[in-house]
């Protein structure tokens, strides 16, 4: 059974700082790359932040640079989004995202966490 479950959420004010995490089972977590979306109210899905599956390759939003960081280990089956310097407009449910591209043209599959609410308010 594949589970990705996300943990951390919550109100926090502008300024503030939260750590979410995301943690998988049911599959080989080392194998895959890890992503942080985000989705507001009336807003399309928007990728925040990705890693590789080694850990060594992250890519951010333009929006998060600099204030979030994605860091993953590997022996806890565990993804993490650190944010600080929290700004009203990160406001969103945040999803975590595992994915695998296989070699070959085999094919490829995708995992989705049910999300966390975080709320950036004063």
């Known amino acids: 059974q594949v589970q990705l479950v996300e943990s951390g959420g919550g109100l926090v004010q502008p300024g503030g700082s939260l750590r979410l995490s995301c943690a998988a089972s049911g599959f080989t977590f080392s194998s895959y790359a890890m992503s942080w979306y985000r989705q507001a109210p009336g807003k399309e899905r928007e990728l925040v932040a990705?890693?590789?599956?080694?850990?060594?390759?992250?890519?951010?939003?333009?929006?998060?640079?600099?204030?979030?960081?994605?860091?993953?280990?590997?022996?806890?089956?565990?993804?993490?989004?650190?944010?600080?310097?929290?700004?009203?407009?990160?406001?969103?449910?945040?999803?975590?995202?595992?994915?695998?591209?296989?070699?070959?043209?085999?094919?490829?599959?995708?995992?989705?966490?049910?999300?966390?609410?975080?709320t950036v308010s004063s």
């Open 50 to 118: 990705r890693i590789k599956n080694t850990g060594g390759s992250t890519n951010y939003a333009d929006s998060v640079k600099g204030r979030f960081t994605i860091s993953r280990d590997n022996t806890k089956n565990t993804v993490y989004l650190q944010m600080n310097s929290l700004k009203p407009e990160d406001t969103a449910v945040y999803y975590c995202n595992a994915d695998r591209i296989l070699p070959y043209g085999i094919g490829s599959d995708e995992y989705w966490g049910q999300g966390t609410q975080v």
